[in-house]
């Protein structure tokens, strides 16, 4: 059974500083960032009744606006009151937190200047991210653009436009999901996750120069050092998947994720990512 669609539940959003009744939620068909694609927003989990790491998320908010060149019109603190409010309000043990910032509908043009911010945060049940224990993901021919074409530490919806349309097409040809390189070939993330190799014992992770970096994904890193593991950020070509022995994503949706296949090659889950994944699920629940 379909469950029913987003905008049609039960329950309340805090909308601009208020709760307000979940299907009163709207905006204005002319919104900005609606058509030039400025929103930026997060996603974090609810576990046992709290929001994991909660101000990482509200102050990654408010920065990836600020990559945008506007400013959201509530503190961290504020938010995170906020958040805490909507998932007691809608009484959730576990689920998923969704904040969005945006820019309204007083300008038409391009320029954003003379738009109001606005902000919700809706929380909602959402269980596991994907259904099978390691994914198949393919490389996309999407391309994460260099940082002087984007704003590559921004949350922001526009950069998702090819993680859609790769994730699509992954899904289309059979995949659960799909690896992008960047600008320069260099392997860079998922869709909506960080990517890890495990390579001759260590973690190796792409640098931050293309791709979000992930709140998961710092949180695993620290992890793996407090496992006793070197982690190692630095630049990946796709041909050093031949020899890693382990493959993993992270994010806070697909938490940490195993990897069974990339394209052809086939990886098995692994000591590493098995350490890795349990000690994730421990801590979230701490
Ligand atoms: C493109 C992309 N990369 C990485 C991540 C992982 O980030 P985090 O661990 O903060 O959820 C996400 C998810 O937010 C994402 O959308």
Redesign the pocket.
């Known amino acids: 059974m379909n469950s029913p669609p987003l905008d049609d539940r039960d329950g309340v959003i805090w909308y601009n500083g208020k709760l307000v009744p979940w299907r009163e939620a709207k905006v204005h068909v002319l919104t900005h960032s609606l058509h030039y694609g400025n929103a930026v927003f997060?996603?974090?989990r609810i576990y046992n009744g709290k929001v994991f790491?909660l101000t990482?998320?509200s102050a990654?908010l408010v920065k990836s606006a600020k990559m945008l060149a506007y400013d959201v019109p509530y503190t961290v603190a504020q938010l995170d009151a906020a958040t805490k409010l909507v998932v007691a309000e809608n009484k959730l043990e576990g689920g998923y937190v969704r904040p969005l910032a945006w820019r309204g509908p007083e300008v038409i043009g391009v320029s954003a200047i003379g738009t109001k911010v606005h902000v919700m945060i809706a929380a909602f049940p959402w269980g596991a991210y994907y259904q099978q224990k390691a994914i198949r993901i393919c490389t996309s021919r999407w391309k994460r653009p260099s940082p002087e074409s984007s704003p590559a530490g921004s949350?922001a919806a526009g950069?998702?436009i090819i993680?859609t349309l790769a994730k699509d097409e992954a899904l289309a040809a059979g995949y659960q999901d799909a690896l992008m390189h960047d600008y320069k070939d260099r392997l860079s993330?998922?869709?909506?996750?960080?990517l890890f190799l495990v390579l001759d014992g260590e973690l190796h992770t792409p640098t931050t120069e293309t791709?979000?970096?992930?709140?998961?994904?710092?949180?695993v890193m620290d992890l793996a050092r407090k496992r006793g593991l070197t982690v190692v950020e630095r630049e990946i070509w796709p041909e050093e998947l031949a020899r890693a022995s382990e493959v993993f994503l992270?994010?806070?949706?697909?938490e940490v994720q195993p990897v069974g296949a990339i394209d052809a090659r086939e990886y098995p889950v692994g000591p590493v990512t098995q350490q890795l994944q349990s000690d994730y699920a421990a801590l979230v629940r701490s």
């Open positions: 997060e996603g974090a790491k990482e998320h990654r949350k950069l998702y993680c993330e998922a869709t909506g996750a960080n791709i979000l970096n992930g709140i998961t994904r710092q949180t992270t994010g806070t949706a697909v």
